[in-house]
């Protein structure tokens, strides 16, 4: 069981290239999440998916698309990288438990440490 | 949106020491309360969580408090070792339409615990 999973871990990129980061989960949570880190600002979420098919903007969607074509896979895709992108990464993924369908722990990937030069 | 402000943002103990960490919240619907760990260049790690039909909640070093009136909470360690040095995140959700946690982050406490 090896939880969630990103790919790649790090990741430096030029001004205007694109590419697509990968989340991985084995645990059968129905929900996935994608967040970026930046000093001093805490985790911010960018989009978010409650089951596959489906996606749905968070706080700071804009320069980033999202695909969750299976279950078990969050992609997170950067059309055209911008400085203001680098960051790092976080993924996470989370299920409701019990009768009451309580929302429970939201369980992280390692992180990707992008740079846009 | 939801708003969470976390203080301070930095916090220096002694071994030994008690540690307390506070937060805001602003939206009165949140009703779920984690606390996540991350040590340097790690994941961030739940710790506690407090739900709001609960106003305190310890496990073994770790306490949460909650005050739904004032719309804030608390993260109480107790005894610190070297080993709890990490940033220390506060975080509010009231989830989402469909499912899943909206959670929305403070700004991070970075306790250090000194020998």
């Known amino acids: 069981n090896a939880g969630v999973t990103q790919t790649p871990k790090f990741r430096v990129l030029k001004t205007g290239q694109s590419m697509t980061l990968l989340c991985a989960q084995d645990?059968?949570?129905?929900?996935m999440y994608w967040y970026r880190q930046d000093p001093g600002m805490g985790l911010r979420l960018i989009h978010y998916?409650?089951?596959?098919?489906?996606?749905a903007k968070g706080e700071v969607p804009d320069g980033y698309n999202v695909s969750r074509l299976k279950k078990q896979n969050f992609l997170l895709g950067l059309e055209s990288a911008a400085p203001s992108q680098t960051s790092v990464y976080f993924c996470?993924?989370?299920?409701?438990?019990?009768?009451?369908?309580?929302?429970?722990?939201?369980?992280f990937g390692q992180g990707t440490r992008l740079t846009v030069v | 949106g939801e708003n969470v402000e976390q203080h301070p943002s930095t916090l220096s103990v002694q071994e030994g020491d008690s540690a307390v960490i506070k937060c805001t919240y602003s939206?009165?619907?949140?009703?779920?309360f984690p606390w996540y760990k991350q040590e340097l260049g790690k994941r961030p790690q739940l710790i506690i969580d407090?739900?709001?039909?609960?106003g305190e909640k310890k496990d073994q070093r770790i306490a949460v408090t909650l005050n739904k009136t004032a719309k804030h909470f608390s993260l109480h360690i107790t005894e610190t070792q070297p080993e709890d040095s990490a940033v220390y995140f506060c975080a509010a959700s009231r989830g989402l339409t469909g499912g899943g946690n909206k959670l929305t982050f403070g700004t991070g406490t970075q306790l250090k615990v000194e020998l």
């Open positions: 998916s409650v089951g596959e098919g489906t996606t």
């Open positions: 407090i739900r709001s039909n609960v």
């Open positions: 645990m059968n949570h129905e929900y």
């Open positions: 939206d009165s619907a949140s009703n779920y």
């Open positions: 996470a993924s989370s299920i409701r438990t019990g009768p009451l369908r309580l929302d429970t722990e939201a369980f």
